[in-house]
T-cell receptor, first 113, second 115 residues
Framework: GQQVMQIPQYQHVQEGEDFTTYCNSS?????IQWYKQRPGGHPVFLIQ?????EVKKQKRLTFQFGEAKKNSSLHITATQTTDVGTYFC?????????????FGKGTHLIIQP | EAGVAQSPRYKIIEKRQSVAFWCNPI?????LYWYQQILGQGPKLLIQ????????DSQLPKDRFSAERLKGVDSTLKIQPAKLEDSAVYLC?????????????FGPGTRLTVL
């Protein structure tokens, strides 16, 4: 079945440093979504990428979808304490809406003031 | 707009007992999902409904887990009998009618502890 690998598992940064998490799928995806989960909370949707090579920005967050639609990355510039949490990528297979999301294990972002 | 509602929020049971979780999705959302999230891992899809029909239940342990969405609105997930390894947070999510892709809105989850 489809597998989604995410690295690193944990990332410690000083406040103000940049952060990047990477996501790789074993199969070609129809789209990839990113979610953030705060400690004790539930996943909250951040963004969805559909097109090959797509790049989207949300303030300090930059999301990329690879040309082969098998990998993706999330980059945060100048991290703030509010960025603390676990970032998950979730890939949807070629069946599109009929396929459920396969989540990666997530990257836990820990920020030291 | 009201979010996805789940109950109970917490449940502690002993192994071999039964347990049921309830979910009410966002009004108008046709697609409903149940996920299992074990501590330190990403959510794992158990079952996906579109209206009251099952779209995907390939990862549902059908010997002990069952789910229904009889009227195409709210849903229940049952475990009978529970095992220690079922300890996890059970998340319900909903999204607009499939044909998307569409973002999924998650409920607060039910934290299950099996002793």
């Amino acid at each position: 079945g489809q597998q989604v690998m995410q690295i690193p598992q944990y990332q410690h940064v000083q406040e103000g440093e940049d952060f990047t998490t990477y996501c790789n799928s074993s199969t070609t995806l129809s789209n990839i979504q990113w979610y953030k989960q705060r400690p004790g909370g539930h996943p909250v949707f951040l963004i969805q990428l559909v097109k090959s090579g797509e790049v989207k920005k949300q303030k300090r967050l930059t999301f990329q979808f690879g040309e082969a639609k098998k990998n993706s990355s999330l980059h945060i510039t100048a991290t703030q304490t509010t960025d603390v949490g676990t970032y998950f990528c979730a890939g949807q297979g070629s069946g599109g809406g009929a396929d459920g999301l396969t989540f990666g294990k997530g990257t836990h972002l820990i920020i030291q003031p | 707009e009201a979010g996805v509602a789940q109950s109970p929020r917490y449940k502690i049971i002993e192994k071999r007992q039964s347990v049921a979780f309830w979910c009410n999705p966002i009004s108008g959302h046709a697609t409903l999902y149940w996920y299992q999230q074990i501590l330190g891992q990403g959510p794992k899809l158990l079952i996906q409904f579109q209206n009251n029909g099952v779209v995907d239940d390939s990862q549902l342990p059908k010997d002990r887990f069952s789910a229904e969405r009889l009227k195409g609105v709210d849903s229940t997930l049952k475990i009978q009998p529970a095992k220690l390894e079922d300890s996890a947070v059970y998340l319900c999510a909903s999204s607009q009618l499939a044909g998307g892709p569409f973002e999924q809105f998650f409920g607060p989850g039910t934290r299950l502890t099996v002793l």
